[in-house]
Antibody
Framework: EVQLVQSGAEVKKPGESLKISCKGSGYSFTSYWIGWVRQMPGKGLEWMGIIYPGDSDTRYSPSFQGQVTISADKSISTAYLQWSSLKASDTAMYYC???????????????WGQGTLVTVSS | DIQMTQSPSTLSASVGDRVTITCRASQSISRWLAWYQQKPGKAPKLLIYKASSLESGVPSRFSGSGSGTEFTLTISSLQPDDFANYHCQQYNSYPVTFGQGTKVEIK
């Protein structure tokens, strides 16, 4: 079974750093891109960016470029989303998701991780 | 970026109703459009890809149509399990973008 399992909920203060994870299993991790999607409370889905673990090729939405860092460690089949200095406005649910098609980042997402809730509050 | 505009934002309907949600792209995306269903506290679930292809396991009451800039998701006979949020997504080019979502609620 193809599965993405994300790390647990986080509560942080503004200015702190954070790295959340997404572990893939049941498929060839280096053959599929993995993307990240933000959902702020009560709002829609926002595509943040995507990485190809095979060669670490990464694409960002202009809205998130410079605000977050996407990385992957293919040795442990895990992708990461990282902030160096969190803001209250980063409070959201973050999903990782894998495109349904091999080798392309422009493909619908299926499956999705269960989500990681990040709360940033002083 | 390609902007995706969904309408309506909220739709009130009854069990058995035929429901249609529209998604418009700011430029042509051919048929590179997907629809997702999302229930509260859950990750989105892929329903339709390439504008009209039904994902495996999705009930046949769901259908999609359109090409270019205008697309629709239709639920032929709304069931209790269908009350949820629906999102369209273009994957024609980077950055991939979503519509703002449509909430289908009980009338």
């Amino acid at each position: 079974e193809v599965q993405l399992v994300q790390s647990g909920a986080e509560v942080k203060k503004p200015g702190e750093s954070l790295k959340i994870s997404c572990k893939g299993s049941g498929y060839s991790f280096t053959s599929y891109w993995i993307g990240w999607v933000r959902q702020m409370p009560g709002k829609g889905l926002e595509w943040m960016g995507i990485i190809y673990p095979g060669d670490s090729d990464t694409r960002y939405s202009p809205s998130f470029q410079g605000q977050v860092t996407i990385s992957a460690d293919k040795s442990i089949s895990t992708a990461y989303l990282q902030w160096s200095s969190l803001k209250a406005s980063d409070t959201a649910m973050y999903y990782c998701a894998r495109p349904r098609s091999l080798g392309t980042g422009t493909s619908p997402f299926d499956p999705w991780g269960q989500g990681t809730l990040v709360t940033v509050s002083s | 970026d390609i902007q995706m505009t969904q309408s309506p934002s909220t739709l009130s309907a009854s069990v058995g109703d035929r429901v249609t949600i529209t998604c418009r792209a700011s430029q042509s995306i051919s048929r590179w459009l997907a629809w997702y269903q999302q229930k509260p506290g859950k990750a989105p679930k892929l329903l339709i890809y390439k504008a009209s292809s039904l994902e495996s396991g999705v009930p046949s009451r769901f259908s999609g149509s359109g090409s270019g800039t205008e697309f629709t998701l239709t639920i032929s006979s709304l069931q209790p399990d269908d009350f949820a949020n629906y999102h369209c997504q273009q994957y024609n080019s980077y950055p991939v973008t979503f519509g703002q979502g449509t909430k289908v609620e009980i009338k």
